[in-house]
């Protein structure tokens, strides 16, 4: 079995361009974890997952370590929160450096990239361009 067998189509991603507010708001409205960031070519740059959000609000010190918990119910002073970091690009605080696979990677492999990498998703590449993502959940 390969990448290319068990991978997310459709894959949702975002410019390096794109405001920190709207990667939520697409992870949100689409119930992902996490995005892959494209550059102007759209090549895979970066990875945004919802732990990037995390370590940017606590960081921040404009909210309660539980912020991100709260984000889902998107009350009026968490949207007022999380509007404070409207600036912040997603190339700002993407992951950098990230691991990609080619559609024909065995998923034996891909298992073992997500546990030594310690990370939860790849995207699946060809030709430069997103074709897919697997995740753990996969």
């Known amino acids: 079995m390969q990448a290319q067998d068990i991978m997310t189509r ?3 991603s975002a410019n390096v361009d794109v405001t920190v507010e709207e990667i939520a708001a697409l992870m949100m409205e689409n119930h992902i974890s996490g ?14 997952c919802e732990g990037d959000l995390m ?5 921040s010190g404009s909210a309660p370590k539980s912020w991100w918990l709260s984000l889902f119910s998107w009350s009026e002073s968490t949207a007022r929160d999380f509007i404070k970091m409207r600036s912040h690009r997603a190339k700002d605080i993407m992951t950098r450096n990230v691991h990609v696979v080619a559609p ?3 998923v ?11 990370i939860k998703r790849v995207p699946v590449v060809e030709n430069d361009r997103v074709v897919g993502i697997v995740s753990r959940a996969t």
């Not at 995005?35 to 945004?48: K, R, S």
């Not at 034996?108 to 310690?118: M, S």
């Open 104 to 106: 024909e990677t065995p």
């Open 35 to 48: 995005v892959p960031i494209l550059d102007e070519d759209g090549a895979v740059t970066g990875l945004i």
């Open 55 to 59: 370590r940017r609000v606590e960081g």
């Open 108 to 118: 034996a492999d891909i298992a073992r990239l997500l546990e030594e990498k310690r």
């Open 10 to 12: 459709n894959v949702i």
